[in-house]
Each structure stands twice: as C-alpha cells, then as structure tokens.
C-alpha cells in the first residue's frame, strides 16, 4: 500500500546526551497530531536518532495518548553503532546485538512490539543465518510483526531473504529529486554517465517482483525546492525550484505535494517518508496522493529534467 510514512529522526531534541524537556515532548506531539491529520499512520524510527531520544521521546507521546498504539503502526532499525569503541560509526547486526538493540527500542518507545524491524545498513560481517535466528526469535516472541531493510541492494536482499522464513516486505533507501541515483541508473544504461551513479541497477526492479515497498527517505531534499536558502545553490536546483513553485500553483497543492507526489507517480509504489518537524509542513504534504494521479508525463520528466540540469540521452 503506497502511503507516506513520517520519519521521527528530527524529534528528541539534539543528537548529545542532554536530557529530554517538556518542550521536546510538546514538540513530538505538535508533530504526531500533524501527521495524524494529514492521514499518516505510519511512524519511522531507529535506534541511534538523537542518541535514542527520538524514540524516547515518542514513548512519552504514546503515554500521553492512551490509545495511540492501536492507531499507528512503528517501525525502528537497528545495526548501526556510533561513537562506541572509539569508532564514530560501525555496523553490527551480531545474533546479540539485534535481539539487544530491539529490546532497548521497545523499552524506550514503551510498547511491546514494533510492526516493522528495519536492519538498518548491511553489515559485512553479519552472518545471515544468524540474522534470520535473531529475527526469527523476535517473531516468535511478538517483539516484531514483520521485516524490512534499509540501504541494501536487490542481491543483498536475495541472499538475507534465502535465510528467512518471512519475507522482506521493506527496503528503505535515499530517494528524492535531488538524490536521483536510483532513478538515473534506470536510463543510463550502455552510458558513459552511468559511471556516475552508483545505485545497484536491477535493485528497483527486484523489489517490484518480490513485493518489497520501497521507502524514500530524504523524500523532501531538506527543503531545498521549498524555500530553503542553500549557501551556494547550483542552477539547476534554482530552476528545479521554480518548477516546482510553478507545478504547486498548477495543481493549486504545496511545493511538498508536488515534491512527494513525484515520487509516488513512479510504478514502483515508494512510499515517501518525511522528516520535518513543521506541523505546517507536515499539513502539506497530504495532499501528495492527488497530486501523483494528476501530474502529466510532461510534468513528470520536467521535474527530472530541471533537477538534472542537463536532457535525458
């Protein structure tokens, strides 16, 4: 089902081990009751935003809201490390890790299972076997209802998915107008510029066949096509955000719509995920599943062309 999902890395406050306040808390709930509005049921986490105060801080939404849990679905991820052992950042999806990251999401979050467990980057050590026992013993015991991914190319998929006795039913991967890799790779093969990108090719189309919803993350390029200020914009993101102040004039939508709705225009079902904490800028990306059904092919491939900076071979 083609949805967009509201990322909760922004909430928390910062990303130091200062404590929660009140005002974080307030914050988290001006931004669930947005998203709520506009639609959202789906909720996106991991284990290492805001140093765990994002799901701390969601916890204490779901608290406060009796009733809530039965309302939404969460997902989290686990299998990245930052700042341990004197490394800023590694990747550990360890039998112990998994089982031990996931409890500690549940206890923060303050319920008893997640719908979804993301494994957040591919970890080269990992043992599959032994990730599909992790995942299977938090399956069992009804810590997690389902599992998806993030970052991992369609044969990284393949092979976890050989181990497993569920499918993967998410993957989760940067995807917007500006970070176009997994677009551009589509076109550019027998390419010179294909060299240029290094998104898995074959990764979208393994994920159509299996049933894997893509999750976009990133879906609204910080703002930069809706009135951020970039220090040095280069031309083509000014042309890209014109475009896309003209298109949300056309549709009579926002520039968030117009944003998302290109990303859900794509056959393959993404579901944009966005991060920002603006009740008003939640509020205006509801409207990004009229826009999808609207947007002409013309319009479509304006967009991509503006943002490119260059035509299509």
Known sequence: MQEIIYGCMGLGGSWSEEPLGAGHVDEAAAAVE?????????FDHADIYRSGKSEAVFGEVLAAMPGLRDRIRLQTKCGIRLNERGLATHYDLSRGAILERVDGSLKRLQTDY????????????????????AVGQLLAEGKVRALGVSNMSGAQIQALQDRLEVPVVANQLEMS????AWLESTVLVNHADSLDYSFP????????????TLQAYGALAKGLYTGAEPEDPTAAETAAAVLVSELAGTYGTSGEAILLGWLMKHPAGIAPVIGTVNPARIAACADAGRVAEAMTRADWYGLWIAARGTNLP
Request: hydrophobic share 50%; charged share 20%; glycine share 12%.
């Open 177 to 180: 107008l500006l970070k176009r």
């Open 34 to 42: 947005a998203a709520l509005a506009a639609g959202i049921t789906l």
């Open 201 to 212: 090719h074959g990764t979208l189309e393994y994920c159509a066949r299996n049933g894997v």
């Open 114 to 133: 997640v719908d979804v467990l993301l494994l957040h980057r591919p970890d080269p050590l990992a043992h599959l076997g032994e990730v599909a026992g």
